[in-house]
């Protein structure tokens, strides 16, 4: 049986991703998270408490999972754990994640913005905090940081008293991007890619609510999005998965990207209801076992309404977080 370790068992979508790939491609799964109350470490088939994305504890733990469990691939789903497991990739281990150049292209929301610009590709005016000036933006227009995501450091300068304010209490405005606010309807974009940087699919997703992350989107079919989308994979090399955010100007129609996430998206379960199977069929070409076949007649109009649902366990003997510890691990169900 093949196994897979996916990341971030706590995440919004995870849950659904581990039970995908364990029902539709029989693959084994270990889930790992940096808390062990995770969702998403009691429904895979084996289960770790791991450090934080961010540090060399986690490189280190992750490779030790990876020998122990004989994983074959690695599905890492949080922004700060890429360039890290993207190492795995030394030790006979598929990491599904772009290339790490692509990666640090893209995490670095300025740095990002300037390899758009380099490529001649559309996107809103954006530059350091450090070096906004008002006369260079017209309100209102965004304040974020260079690193991070879901709505964490965001705000919207309404006003020139407001600027003046955030510019105080902002310790450090090198960290933060001053970026143009678009008009238009904002979309989500899960761009299929595999590791020599063949476009499998393109599959926009409209945005009806986000609250951090996306609540409502609606699969649609958009010519300019997939082109543009298909420009960036082939033009910036992402030789893997990513996701890209952006807004279709209202004036002129043309997408306009303000964020590139070099990862799946939480809607990746929009994508596959959609007919997209872009996790499962993406390990099962990277692990040879399995022709790649991602249809272009995937379902438009389909709408996700993302919800929570309960679940229950019995404590002690279905749920037991003291059990999920480091390297001993535990089978959850």
Sequence with gaps: ???V????????????????LQRAHNFRVVAVDADAHAAGLFVADAAYVVPRGGSWGFF???????QQESVSAVVPLADEELVLASKLRMFGVKVLAPSTTFISQCIDKYVCMTQLSNHDIPHPHTTLLCDARLGKFNFPFV???RCGHGSRGFAIIDGAHHFDYYMRECHDTSAYIAQDMLEGEEFTVSVVVDSVN?????????ILCKRG???IAVTEINDDITQLCTRIALEMHACGPFNVQLVLDKATNTPMPFEINPRFSTTTSL?????????????????????????DNWKTGLVLLRQTMDEFRTYGVEYNPDCVVGAKGRNPV
Excluded at 9 to 15: L, T
Excluded at 198 to 206: E, L, N
Excluded at 274 to 286: M, N, P
């Design 60 to 66: 280190t733990t992750l490779r030790s999972i990876c």
């Design 143 to 145: 304040v974020k940081p």
């Design 271 to 295: 994508t596959l209801a959609a007919g997209v199977d872009e996790i499962g069929g993406l390990i099962r070409h990277e692990l040879g076992i399995g022709a790649a076949s991602f249809s």
């Design 198 to 206: 063949t476009v499998f699919a393109v599959v926009p997703k409209r």
């Design 1 to 3: 049986m093949t196994t």
């Design 213 to 215: 992350v996306t609540r």
């Design 5 to 20: 370790l996916v990341t971030c068992a706590g995440g919004v979508a995870v849950p659904g991703i581990i039970r995908h």
